[in-house]
């Protein structure tokens, strides 16, 4: 199950005019369990209204900073990103899983190499804390940031990055692209194939470039991907992470649903648990109508806490953001997304 622990906000600070920056306080003893790796996110739990809100934020600290930092944009509509702009303090206490995730960056201190990364919006929250790793961790590697928003006061981390600019101002490359603010030494307009082109082909032709880390909408993540493959960068060394997805996944399992019921097995915590359900349903929101406590948050198939080990039985995965060719061929299922097509299933949350 999702473990949740209960952490103080040690501070809260506006950091746009749509957008918190909340950073915790761990106590001595729960340090171990929030160690994290850049690029990871945090599962934050609350009641709203009475009724129980669930949220990842990509954590914007780096791993040894000894911080615990989110950054939260306020969403039009929005429930935690509103209450979270407007009514979070200083000492209030949240219900916080430890960090998660597979968009990650893990430093060697004796590589040279240049990575690069194409965010927007609050997109920039896991690149941020990928960035000063790199800066940090890996003394002899450049990183290039590619950073779309509105204008400069719409930019989450706008100072803060000018100010890494100015300490690392070799080994850090920093491009604001701005669609509603022509501002000098910034490129106008979204970041989009032309501007990878100018970036890889152009700007920093004389650069091998090794690792490409990109989030944002999906339009613009799938965009600049098929731009960066078609410059003959590998699929493997493109990474990405999306917040949110629209009804087109970028990627998708075609398998006819099956219309009858299947009986699902699922180790959890060590834990068999055995039920029936109907094939058109998914098996997480099935597990829940069982009162299982399995893990989950955004339950549209972006983020990664329901991830699951197929072990028997087949499954159509409606979409699929996050797991890769090798992560499927090993089993892995995202089950907010998986639909039972076998009569029997066999999968396990441990050890994923």
């Given amino acids: 199950m999702s473990k949740f622990y209960q952490l ?6 506006k950091n746009t005019n749509n957008a918190v920056i909340i950073d915790f306080n761990i106590p001595q003893d729960l340090k171990v369990f929030f160690k994290f790796k850049a690029g990871q996110y945090i599962t934050l739990k609350t009641e709203i209204n009475s009724k129980e809100i669930r949220r990842d934020y990509s954590i914007c600290a780096s791993p040894i900073s000894g911080e615990l930092k989110v950054a939260v944009k306020m969403i ?23 960090p998660k995730g597979r968009f990650v960056f893990e430093p060697i201190r004796s590589i040279k190499r240049t990575i690069v990364a194409f965010a927007a919006g609050s997109g920039i929250t896991p690149i941020i804390s990928i960035l000063k790793t790199v800066l ?15 204008t400069p006061r719409d930019t989450i981390f706008y100072s803060e990055l000018l100010v ?27 970041i ?5 082109e100018y970036i890889v082909k152009d700007k920093h032709k004389n650069l091998e470039l090794d690792l490409f880390y990109l989030c944002g909408p999906e339009t613009m993540t799938a965009a600049t991907s098929e731009a960066l493959q078609k410059h003959g960068i590998e699929k493997d060394n493109i990474h990405f992470e999306l917040f949110t997805t629209s009804t087109t996944p970028i990627e998708a399992l075609k398998t006819t649903t099956a219309n009858g019921n299947a009986e699902i097995t699922l180790l959890l915590d060590e834990k068999n648990y055995s039920f029936n359900m109907p094939q058109k349903k ?10 299982i406590d399995v893990p989950y948050s955004c339950q ?17 995965m409606l979409q699929n953001n996050i797991l890769t060719d090798s992560d499927i061929d090993n089993g ?5 997304q998986a639909q039972p097509i076998t009569s029997k299933v066999i999968l396990s949350y441990d050890n994923v």
């Fill in 8 to 13: 103080k906000i040690k501070k809260i600070n």
């Fill in 76 to 98: 039009k509509g929005g429930s935690f990103s509103v209450y979270a702009n407007n009514f979070l303090k200083a000492n209030t206490v949240l219900e916080v899983a430890p």
């Fill in 136 to 150: 940090e961790e890996e003394p002899l590697s450049t990183f290039i940031l590619v950073y779309g928003n509105k």
């Fill in 164 to 190: 890494l600019k100015s300490k690392y101002p070799i080994r850090f490359k920093l491009e604001f692209v701005f669609s509603q603010s022509d501002e000098e030494n910034t490129l106008f307009g979204r």
């Fill in 192 to 196: 989009d194939k032309n501007t990878v």
């Fill in 282 to 291: 998914n098996i997480l929101e099935a597990a829940l109508d069982e009162d």
């Fill in 300 to 316: 549209a198939g972006v983020c990664s806490s329901c991830i699951a080990i197929l072990s028997e039985g087949k499954i159509n």
């Fill in 332 to 336: 892995l299922i995202l089950t907010c």
